[in-house]
């Protein structure tokens, strides 16, 4: 079983940035990829950035890259999400993902392992 708590979310003005954080526990963080996702009210959970098991793959959605930043710190068991130039329409909760297995994925699905969300909320 993997463990995973988020942190880092908050109320920002539009154009500001937050980092959130995803903590793991409970495998060995290394043969983890890992996956931010995010749900606004009324809408689908939708992926936001992946980072593959050794952090050599990075992918983003088109609405967020050149924007967010994924990264992650095998040391302190624990992947980043960088939120700058944060627009209204980024406010939702911000989930992260765990999966054991190889290459990228972008779909909810493939992710067995979930925290249980930060909010982020951007006001204009």
């Known amino acids: 079983q993997v463990q995973l708590v988020e942190s880092g979310g908050g109320l920002v003005q539009a154009g500001g940035s937050l980092r959130l954080s995803c903590a793991a526990s409970?495998?060995?963080?290394?043969?983890?990829?890992v996956g931010w996702f995010r749900q606004a009210p009324g809408k689908e959970r939708e992926f936001v950035a992946g980072?593959?098991?050794?952090?050599?793959?990075?992918y983003y959605s088109d609405s967020v890259a050149g924007r967010f930043t994924i990264s992650r710190e095998n040391a302190k068991n624990t992947v980043y999400l960088q939120m700058n130039g944060l627009k209204p329409e980024d406010t939702a909760v911000y989930f992260c993902?765990?999966?054991?297995?190889?290459?990228?994925?972008?779909?909810?699905?493939?992710?067995?392992?979930w925290g249980q969300g930060t909010q982020v909320t951007v006001s204009s």
């Open positions: 993902a765990a999966d054991g297995r190889m290459g990228r994925s972008v779909t909810t699905p493939d992710f067995p392992y």
């Open positions: 409970g495998r060995t963080f290394i043969s983890l990829r």
């Open positions: 980072i593959s098991r050794g952090g050599s793959s990075i």
